[in-house]
């Protein structure tokens, strides 16, 4: 994963959805809204992506999936 993209991730075992930074040398997830912290990786921190989100699917477009 790079830097600006949205990562499926684990920290310290509280898996989340937030885009990957670099803050101050240090990696941090950052959260969409404003009502949840950047949260910085500090040392000892347990760090895990899962994945990379490539695209958004509307609940609209899902549910007409399982009816195709």
């Known amino acids: 994963a790079s830097p600006g993209e949205i990562v499926v991730a684990a920290l310290n075992g509280e898996a ?5 930074a670099i803050i ?3 990696f941090a997830l950052q ?3 404003d009502g949840y912290p950047t949260l ?3 040392e ?3 760090l895990s ?3 990379v ?3 958004r699917l509307a609940v609209s477009d899902v549910a007409q999936a399982a009816w195709v």
Do not use: F, N, T
């Open 24 to 26: 101050d040398g240090s």
């Open 16 to 20: 989340l959805i937030r885009r990957l």
């Open 53 to 55: 989100v490539r695209q």
């Open 31 to 33: 959260a969409a809204s």
């Open 40 to 42: 910085k990786v500090e």
């Open 44 to 46: 000892g921190d347990e």
């Open 49 to 51: 992506i899962w994945g």
